[in-house]
């Protein structure tokens, strides 16, 4: 089995690929232990988007927070500055890597959508199965769904689950 990597890209100074490893060696401040505080039905610890941000250094151009999981060619799309101190980067659950069963190999929580003030956050902004966030100048690809129908029909195909290859 290959090691996970997450890849961070796009209008960003520094192009960034990290693995659990490296996750799990940030600052104990730059931590989130235990997101269950702040959503009840997930656990696990990550890392602040911030953390993140400040290894990546976005360009002037980034407006845009796309986060991409190939296991489910899902993808969301999110304004960078209201989340900017609202996003968690979940990588570990009981001090272990995150399986798929899990959510894993990444899953991007948003601490707190309503402090975001955007309308442009919904449930479908917490991303499982991520393995690349990318910058992007405007909104990027995003296959979130638009009315009530596609929500049901995408949770249908996220119930199949994907498989560890």
Same mark, same amino acid.
């Given at each position: 089995?290959?090691?996970?990597?997450?890849? &961070?890209?796009?209008?960003?100074?520094?192009?960034?690929?990290?693995?659990? =490893? #490296?996750?799990?060696?940030?600052?104990?401040?730059?931590?989130?232990?235990?997101?269950?505080?702040?959503?009840? @039905?997930?656990?696990?610890?990550?890392?602040?988007? #911030?953390?993140?941000? =400040?290894?990546?250094?976005? @360009?002037?151009?980034?407006?845009?927070? @796309?986060?991409?999981?190939?296991? $489910?060619?899902?993808?969301?799309?999110?304004?960078?500055?209201?989340?900017?101190?609202?996003?968690? !980067?979940?990588? =570990?659950?009981?001090?272990?890597?995150?399986?798929?069963?899990?959510?894993?190999?990444?899953?991007? !929580?948003?601490?707190?959508?309503?402090?975001?003030?955007?309308?442009?956050? $919904?449930?479908?902004?917490?991303?499982?199965?991520? $393995?690349? &966030?990318?910058? @992007?100048?405007?909104?990027?690809?995003?296959?979130?769904?638009?009315?009530?129908?596609?929500?049901?029909? !995408?949770?249908?195909?996220?119930?199949?689950?994907?498989?560890?290859?």
């Amino acid at each position: 089995m290959t090691t996970p990597k997450l890849t &961070i890209d796009g209008h960003v100074q520094n192009q960034l690929v990290l693995t659990y =490893s #490296e996750l799990a060696q940030f600052e104990e401040s730059e931590r989130v232990l235990d997101v269950s505080r702040f959503h009840p @039905t997930r656990n696990g610890d990550g890392v602040t988007l #911030e953390s993140l941000l =400040s290894r990546v250094i976005p @360009t002037s151009e980034a407006s845009y927070l @796309t986060l991409h999981a190939t296991a $489910d060619d899902f993808a969301a799309s999110v304004p960078l500055e209201p989340i900017r101190s609202e996003g968690i !980067l979940v990588f =570990s659950v009981d001090g272990q890597p995150m399986t798929l069963e899990q959510g894993g190999p990444f899953r991007f !929580l948003i601490r707190d959508p309503a402090a975001c003030h955007t309308d442009e956050l $919904d449930d479908c902004a917490n991303v499982k199965f991520v $393995d690349r &966030i990318e910058l @992007t100048d405007g909104r990027g690809r995003d296959t979130r769904p638009t009315d009530d129908q596609e929500h049901e029909e !995408l949770h249908r195909r996220q119930d199949e689950k994907p498989t560890e290859s």
